[in-house]
């Protein structure tokens, strides 16, 4: 049984930082890229951040970029997001993912495995 587990959101004040992290089990994902997306309350779900398996190429949407940072350990089956300058728009239900492509997929339509959600709060 193929599983993803985020941690590591909470609340932070605004200009603050967070880093999440999503522990995949069950199978290894070493060829697929890696993808954070999030989801605001009454707002579809967005791409934030992907990073392809095999290589360290990364893309990122343009409300973060400068911002977060994606990585990933393939030896642990671990992918992590490090949120800094945090805005109280990064406010969002946060989601690890793994895509069947190598990467350069920003639809969650290209990404069958999903982690549980992790809730980021960002408060003046």
């Known amino acids: 049984q193929v599983q993803l587990v985020e941690s590591g959101g909470g609340l932070v004040q605004v200009g603050g930082s967070l880093r999440l992290s999503c522990a995949a089990s069950g199978r290894t994902f070493s060829s697929y890229a890696k993808a954070w997306f999030r989801q605001a309350p009454g707002k579809e779900r967005e791409f934030v951040a992907s990073i392809r398996g095999s290589s360290y190429i990364t893309d990122y949407a343009d409300s973060v970029k400068g911002r977060f940072t994606i990585s990933r350990d393939n030896a642990k089956n671990t992918v992590s997001l490090q949120m800094s300058s945090l805005k109280p728009e990064d406010t969002a239900v946060y989601y690890c993912?793994?895509?069947?492509?190598?990467?350069?997929?920003?639809?969650?339509?290209?990404?069958?495995?999903w982690g549980q959600g992790t809730q980021v709060t960002v408060s003046s």
């Open positions: 993912a793994v895509a069947d492509t190598i990467g350069g997929v920003r639809s969650p339509r290209d990404y069958p495995y």
